[in-house]
């Protein structure tokens, strides 16, 4: 089928050099600096104390919203660039239909203001267990919520989901946004990014000794390092037929993105650029283009010297010696480092550039490196005018190893691939990991046996049988999910394929809450001790992205790399965006997976957690395929509103499959929410007890985990034993099980089902 094209219609910014699209652009564009002296911090305890921080942000309306006083500060920034961005749009405060319009938000630190809150009002004097009352100040750490409040506050209905992929985050939401939409899946998506300023953030960079102490100089013989700033931008993504539509203004289209993932260092990138140059080359296919189509290229330019001379040393492996004329800049010397933002900041500046027909300067920049393999054309100090007419120039968009391709609207022919609507999946192998070292590939065989490991502790887990010594250096929870991880490959015969195309291996995680024991230890750390006091080799391990990307590194694959939370729908998420890559052919196998671990500070927010993990090893369904399933639906819906999506998954599985289209349905996780019986009903088929996968009073507050588990437990009951599946149905004589419907109903009101189909 033809792809649906993707353009972008609207765009919204709080920066550190003015929090609207126009402020940003004129500062831009006249080469002012957004970055001066650290005010939110004692300046002694830092010697490099730059920082870009927002200096407008109480003039917003958000910032005197009661209602945002229980979020972090990420979630006030997402919703005061969501609105803009609608606005710009011309889409109004909430709207008319949002039933296909999905929320996708990146971000690094997420809600880390929420922990910094909590110690500095815990007295340390006291016992370091926290009270209930500070327990219910981490209860909003999960990240998820910066895409589903924006969601919920505008009426988005297509689904809500946050990408935790460190500084690239926001090019993935970016990414999947283009994906779902050209894939037809949906008309429209606010995408964009997030981060606010952190003790934690600036202590990192404080430590690993990559701060500058008078300027950001991305390129320069003289660079000193980086400078941490904060902000959001959001871009309007729209099908382009459904823009024209309604008359909306178009500022450029996507025509390709790719990720990567160098699976070298947990800090650094790869001298070569290894992953870089993969993700270029990939985005300029997918938008059929040839590098010499690109006549403008945005830099991660970070001002240090391993990003710098990776950056420069990958950009000449694609583009060759004409990098000596292709202007090339940095606007992180103006911003400083947005984190989560940082490349959905880009996005907006190079919409805008396409726009205006200028390219914005790198500023402090004057002495490009003579290390480089050419000499950068940096556009150095002052913006720059394209010299070709509107209709002819084009300004390409790329980032470090997420890449897109972005210009201006033109005639052109669709590129077709197979639909996902219509591809088959197959899982290949599943591994589940339950705290002891219980780990098996079947889950209902000693279930009550199962259930009482739950209760032993991650320490008792024997990570070291399946990963080797190196473990010492992989975070607790990547040891759990590394194990489960390992073991999916070695069955599903996949070593192959690891060794000889490591890059046609894509990871797609999802998680909640899992750094959330490392982050308060990180920043519990620095106010007790001071920041020279906080070990750096702890650091990796606050981000959330911290399992997937330690892994791929661990491993040595090289794919696309994608953390995702999404609360209890993450699962449901992850597979989606997993299959996306299938469907593009930019993978021939996904690991799927989830993890989450236990510990105080998880207790004391959630009442219970346990520690759990699970990983699907995903591949395009052959021929002969004895058990395949096909794309989740996720909507964004208060609870009530799921009955009226489920009548619509049962219409359109008997359009697929006849009458009766479904013979049971798995309750993935929400029971509390829903009387899940009518849930059931309204999809059809026998309902299955919640003994069979008892959620919560299973697993405990397991959060993303809980529908990764359901597609394991489906394949289960359509392949295992009659008996032991007759005990577990409503019913004492069920039919012959072929089909299986897969639901979810979280916390946050995302509703998400799948179908399973048996065939042999």
Excluded at 462 to 490: H, M, N, P, Q, W
């Amino acid at each position: 089928m033809a792809n649906k094209r993707v353009v972008i219609t609207g765009l919204g910014v709080v920066s550190p050099v003015g929090s609207s699209t126009e402020a940003f652009w004129n500062a831009l564009t006249g080469s002012v600096s957004g970055v001066d002296r650290l005010t939110r911090l004692p300046n002694a305890l830092y010697p490099r104390d730059l920082a870009a921080e927002i200096k407008d942000w109480e003039d917003l309306p958000e910032a005197q919203d009661a209602s945002l006083g229980e979020y972090g500060q990420a979630v006030g920034y997402a919703l005061a660039a969501a609105r803009m961005a609608l606005g710009d749009a011309g889409l109004g405060a909430v709207l008319a239909d949002g039933n296909d319009c999905s929320v996708l938000i990146g971000t690094t630190m997420g809600n880390q203001d929420l922990v910094e809150q909590v110690i500095d009002r815990h007295d340390l004097n006291e016992a370091s267990v926290l009270t209930p009352e500070e327990g219910k100040g981490l209860a909003n750490f999960g990240a998820s919520l910066l895409s589903t409040v924006v969601a919920r506050r505008f009426g988005c209905q297509g689904g809500a989901m946050t990408f935790v992929n460190a500084c690239a985050a926001g090019n993935y939401a970016v990414g999947s946004g283009f994906a779902r939409i050209r894939s037809g899946q949906e008309s429209m998506a606010p995408v964009g990014g997030a981060d606010p300023f952190s003790r934690a953030c600036y202590t990192i960079f404080h430590r690993l000794s990559a701060s500058a102490s008078t300027a950001c100089r991305p390129f320069d013989q003289r660079r000193e390092g980086m400078v941490v700033g904060e902000g959001a931008a959001m871009l309007v993504l729209e099908e382009y037929e459904h823009a024209l539509a309604r008359g909306a203004h178009i500022y450029a289209e996507v025509t390709g993105y790719a990720l990567t993932c160098d699976a070298y260092h947990a800090t650094a990138p790869h001298p070569e650029g290894r992953g870089a140059v993969a993700a270029m080359g990939r985005a300029l296919q997918l938008a059929g283009l040839s590098p010499d189509d690109i006549d403008y290229v945005s830099a991660h330019g970070t001002g240090t010297a391993a990003n710098d001379q990776s950056e420069a040393v990958a950009m000449h492996r694609v583009f060759g010696e004409r990098l000596a004329s292709l202007p090339v800049s940095s606007i992180k010397s103006s911003l400083g480092h947005c984190m989560g933002a940082a490349s959905a900041f880009e996005a907006v500046a190079c919409a805008l550039a396409l726009h205006h027909q200028v390219a914005p300067p790198t500023i402090n920049t004057t002495e490009i490196d003579s290390a480089f393999p050419v000499r950068l054309d940096v556009v150095p100090g002052r913006a720059r005018a394209a010299d070709a007419p509107c209709d002819e120039q084009r300004l390409r968009l790329r980032r470090q190893c997420r890449h897109r391709a972005v210009q201006p609207i033109r005639t052109r022919p669709p590129i077709t691939t197979q639909s996902e609507t219509t591809m088959e999946f197959a899982i290949a192998n599943s591994r589940y990991t339950l705290a002891a070292d219980t780990s098996s590939p079947a889950l209902l065989p000693g279930l009550a046996e199962r259930h009482a490991a739950l209760q032993a502790p991650l320490a008792d887990y024997d990570s070291e049988r399946r990963l080797g010594r190196k473990i010492r250096y992989l975070s607790d929870a990547t040891r759990l999910f590394g194990g489960a991880a390992v073991a999916v490959l070695d069955e599903a015969r996949l070593a192959q394929l690891l060794s000889s195309a490591p890059e046609r291996i894509g990871v797609y995680t999802c998680e909640e809450t899992v750094n959330l024991r490392d982050d308060y230890q990180f920043d519990l750390c620095i106010k007790v001790h001071g920041p020279d006091e906080a070990s750096p080799l702890l650091a990796p391990n606050t981000l959330a992205n911290v399992v997937g990307s330690h892994f791929a590194s661990y491993i040595g694959i090289t794919g696309p790399n994608c953390t995702i939370a999404a609360g209890q729908s993450g699962g449901m998420h992850a597979l989606q965006t997993a299959l996306h890559g299938l469907v593009e052919g930019a993978i021939d196998c996904a690991l799927v997976g989830g993890v989450e671990v236990a510990s105080d500070y998880h207790r004391a927010a959630f009442a219970v957690q346990r520690e759990v993990a699970v990983v699907h090893a995903l591949v395009p369904a052959p021929v002969d395929a004895g058990l395949v399933f096909y794309a989740p639906r996720i909507r964004m819906k208060a609870a009530a509103g799921a009955l009226e999506l489920a009548q619509a998954l049962k219409a359109e599985a008997q359009a697929r499959f006849g009458t009766p289209a479904l013979d049971a349905v798995i309750l993935a996780c929400g029971s509390a929410l829903l009387d899940m019986d009518a849930l059931c009903s309204a999809i059809g088929g026998l309902g299955v007890s919640n003994s069979l996968l008892p959620g919560e009073r299973l697993y405990g507050y397991g959060e993303s985990c809980g529908t990764l588990l359901a597609p394991g437990l489906a394949r289960e009951v359509l392949w295992g034993d009659a008996d032991l599946v007759r005990t577990h149905i409503l019913g004492s004589q069920p039919p012959v099980l072929r089909r299986l419907g897969i639901v979810s109903l979280d916390e946050q009101g995302q509703f998400g089902a799948l179908v399973m189909e048996r065939r042999a």
